[in-house]
């Protein structure tokens, strides 16, 4: 067996249908195996908060090893965790190939898994992961305004603190009573579909649950961005959540059922020689990370997967290509971009600084540190706190950046960062950047 971390990392498939996986002694022992690995290492202890969580408990036992931690305190250390998989796939050295074979969110998704069967979820959770018929709710005529009136209500955030478990102080997103998908006028053909080399020039759009109800305007300065460059567009208006909610819940079981719903919409699409993309990060990687590895041998899911993009992987692949147009109207100044975490670990590299980049008069600094937002983790009245604490370094690194503009590529991030600057700052989405950019 050969040892070593030369090599490109493997994350394995998750054998989540095993009988192995939700097997309390099994994962007990798998838990302490890799916890006993991370002590010794602490290479990742700037992350988030599992690992500070680990090592408290290792330093404060009677041995100061992990024999020494109460086994029924190791789902502190799974609490913590929001599966941004920033720890397997841009620090440890012990993943796969390595013979130690460690892969911390795998993990942390089958301690979740296991807790989500044995009924230890509350119903906070269960709820706000239901994004569609939440957010179908909330975005309904009448019923959006007053959604959009409590969150700004001192009192009413109050009690939802006490009674729900959601922050008095969490950024909450706006719901807009005209979701994207009942828009018209959204698609946009082209005098002549000009294929690339990995690239059909025609974009079936996947609005997301987040792009839908809360941010349609990214949608929209996407659309805008693709159509000025010369790429049919679509919106695709029968598809369901991505399933990374229920996935952070360990509710594997949903992200199946919901997988099985989008499957024949995004196939569709892709016989009618559309690529897909998605404005949101988790959502991407949903599909071309984390439901690839849930079915791998899934052919349906692998040919999604070939044909899913990242807004700027997809625009700098056409660039390559001599198919962008890059005589931009206006400089962007200063720009403080912040490199979203589930942007980052689908290793395609920094496609929207390069970009951004072209546009002439912009100079780009890209902060490479978690926002603290994480889908649910920032709202929620226990991990608040450590949220804003993970967001302190990124939000520092924009006020020193004296930026003209700032943003992220997860709206949910860029939100994050202006609740933690003073005043009345707002990001902006990169696309949105260059849609100023071309002045369309």
Partial sequence: MKEGSLEAPKREPLAWRSGDFTDETSLYAEMERVFDICHGCRRCVSLCDSFPTLFD??????????????KADYMKVVDQCYLCDLCAETKCPYLPPH?????????????????????????????????????????????????????????????????????????????????????????????EVRPGTRTTGRVAIYVTCYGDHNEPEVVEDLIAVLHHNNVEVKVLKDSVCCGMPKLELGDLEKVAALKEVNLPVFLRAIDDGYDIIAPIPSCVLMYKQELPLMFPEDEQINRIKAAFFDPFEYLMLRHKDDLIDTSFSKPLGK?????????????????????????PGTEVTAIERCSGHDGTYAIKSETYDKAMKIARPVVNAVQKSTADHFGSDCPMAGRMISHGLPGDEHAQHPISMVRSAYNI
């Avoid at 269960?126 to 209500?153: K, Q, Y």
Wanted: net charge positive.
């Fill in 57 to 70: 408990l290792v330093d404060e036992s009677e041995t100061f090893e992990v024999d020494g931690v109460d």
């Fill in 99 to 191: 013979v130690w074979g460690v892969d911390f969110p795998h993990l942390m998704l089958r301690a979740k898994t296991y807790r989500f069967k044995q009924g230890d979820t509350r119903w906070r959770d269960r709820l706000i992961t239901s994004t569609d018929p939440i957010f179908d709710f909330l975005s309904t005529p009448g019923i959006s305004s007053v959604a959009n009136a409590a969150a700004g209500s001192r009192l009413l955030r109050g009690i939802g603190d006490k009674a729900a478990g959601i922050h008095a102080d969490a950024p909450i997103p706006p719901f807009t009573s005209k979701p994207v998908v009942k828009r018209a006028g959204l698609d946009r053909s082209v005098s």
């Fill in 335 to 359: 720009v403080a971009y912040h490199v979203a975490c589930h942007q980052r670990v689908q290793n395609i590299g920094m496609k929207t600084r390069d970009f951004l980049n072209l546009i």
